[in-house]
C-alpha cells in the first residue's frame, strides 16, 4: 500500500490532515445512514465525517503507540473500544449538527453569498489538492467537504449567539484560588529503575521520617532550596473552597487552609506520603483570573448544551444501525498534523488550501513521490 498525501482541511481548530495511508471504503454511499424527522442524512457524509475523526485520532495517537491497533482497544477504560465511541461521538455531532440547522433562524443566524462562496473555493481546492487515492480512502467528495464546512460554521454562529445569554460576571468569592507549593515523599516504597516497586524495610522508613523532618527545618528560609538540596520535588498546586477537581488528600488541604502567606505546614502524614506544604498566596490573582474565565467557559458549555437538549425533544433520530456498522476503521491513517497561519474567527469559513510544506512525500506519477504505508491492505 502507498501513501497519499492529504492536504489540510481547516475548520473550527480542527487538525489538518497531510498524509494518509489506509484502504478504501466499503460502503454505498448513496444509502441513508440516518434521519431526523424523515430528512435522510448521507451515508456517505457520515462515513467522511467518521473517517476524518479517524485520522485525526490516528495521527494523534501514533506517536504514542506507534503501529498498535488503537481502534479495538477501550482507552477510557469505560468498557467501549475506540471504533464504537469515536463513530458514536459522530452521530451525535450529526443529529446536532442538523438540529441546530433547524433552529438557525431562532437566532437570526444565516450563511452570507460570501461565506458560501469560500465554502465552495475551499470545498473544490480541497478536491484538486489531494490524489484520488487519498480521496478516495477518506470518502471524501466536495459535496461532503463543502457540507462539513457548511455546518461546522451554522454551528460556530448559533453557539456565538448562545454564548452572548450567558452571565459572564463571576465574583471574587466565587472564584478565588488560593497556591501552595508542596513536597511529597512516599513512606512506604519506592520504585526501580525497571519499574518494579520495592518496599522499604522499617530501618529505611525511619530514616525517610527523619529526613522529611531535617528538610521542613532547612526549607523556613528557603523552600526551593532546601528541597533541591534534599532531592525532592517542589510541586505548585493552585484550588478554591469549591473546586470538585482537587486531588489532594484531604489532611494536606487542611494544614494548608489554615497557613498564613509564606508559612511552612508541619509534616503531613499521610497513608502513603510525607507532605511539607508552603503557603504561596491566599488569594492568587492571576490563578482567580484565570478560574474565573474557566468559569464562564463552563456556563457557556452547559447553556449550549441545554438548548441543544432541548432541541432534541419531540424530534426523531434515527441511525441505519446496519449500513452505519459498514464504517469501520480497520485501514491505517497515517497524518502529520499541521497548524493553519493566522486562524480566521470561527464564523467566518476558513480556508482549506493544502498545506504543501507539511507533506513529506511527493508523488511519482503525477508531481508526488509515494511513501511506504504504516500498513498493507
Not at 495511508?21 to 442524512?41: H, N, R, S
Not at 455546518?151 to 460556530?156: E, S, V, W
Not at 468569592?173 to 524495610?201: C, F, L, P, R, W
Not at 447553556?303 to 452505519?324: P, Q
Request: a negative charge.
Amino acid at each position: 500500500m502507498k501513501a497519499k498525501r492529504l492536504a489540510a482541511l481547516l475548520l473550527t481548530a480542527v487538525l489538518g490532515v497531510s498524509i494518509l495511508t489506509g484502504c478504501g471504503t466499503g460502503i454505498d454511499a448513496k444509502k441513508t445512514g440516518a434521519t431526523l424527522d424523515g430528512q435522510e442524512i448521507s451515508l456517505g457524509f457520515m462515513n467522511f465525517m467518521a473517517k476524518y475523526q479517524q485520522a485525526i485520532y490516528d495521527g494523534q495517537f501514533s506517536a504514542m503507540f506507534g503501529d498498535a491497533d488503537i481502534w479495538s482497544q477501550d482507552m477510557a477504560g469505560d468498557g467501549t473500544d475506540m471504533e464504537t465511541s469515536v463513530k458514536k461521538n459522530v452521530t451525535e455531532s450529526v443529529e446536532q449538527f442538523y438540529l441546530l440547522e433547524k433552529h438557525m433562524a431562532d437566532y437570526k443566524v444565516e450563511l452570507t453569498d460570501d461565506e458560501m462562496k469560500a465554502m465552495d473555493e475551499a470545498a473544490k481546492k480541497f478536491m484538486e489538492d489531494n490524489s484520488k487515492q487519498a480521496i478516495k480512502q477518506i470518502g471524501a467528495t466536495e459535496e461532503y467537504v463543502k457540507e462539513m464546512l457548511r455546518l461546522n460554521t451554522i454551528q460556530a454562529k448559533m453557539r456565538a449567539e448562545m454564548d452572548k445569554e450567558v452571565d459572564t460576571e463571576v465574583t471574587d468569592e466565587e472564584a478565588a484560588q488560593k497556591t501552595i507549593s508542596y513536597v511529597s515523599v512516599n513512606k512506604n516504597s519506592t520504585t526501580d529503575e525497571e519499574g518494579n516497586t520495592q518496599e522499604y524495610t522499617e530501618e529505611q522508613k525511619a530514616e525517610i521520617e527523619q529526613n522529611v523532618k531535617d528538610f521542613r527545618k532547612a526549607a523556613k528560609d528557603d523552600f526551593n532550596a532546601a528541597a533541591e538540596a534534599a532531592g525532592y520535588t517542589v510541586t505548585p498546586y493552585s484550588y478554591g473552597k469549591n473546586d470538585e477537581s482537587n486531588t489532594l488528600d484531604a489532611a494536606v488541604m487542611e494544614a494548608a487552609d489554615k497557613l498564613k502567606d509564606g508559612k511552612l505546614s508541619k509534616v503531613i502524614s499521610t497513608e502513603d506520603s510525607y507532605y511539607v506544604v508552603r503557603m504561596d498566596s491566599t488569594f492568587d490573582e492571576e490563578k482567580t483570573a484565570e478560574k474565573k474565565k474557566s468559569i464562564v467557559q463552563q456556563r457557556k458549555d452547559d447553556h449550549f448544551k441545554e438548548v441543544c437538549d432541548g432541541y432534541k425533544e419531540g424530534v426523531t433520530f434515527e441511525l441505519n444501525e446496519d449500513e452505519w456498522a459498514k464504517v469501520r476503521f480497520e485501514d491505517r491513517f497515517t497524518i502529520k498534523q499541521t497548524e493553519s497561519d493566522d486562524a480566521q474567527d470561527a464564523s467566518a469559513t476558513e480556508d482549506s488550501s493544502g498545506t504543501e510544506d507539511s507533506a513529506d512525500t511527493e508523488d511519482s506519477a503525477d508531481g508526488e513521490k509515494d511513501a511506504d504505508a504504516s500498513d498493507s491492505e
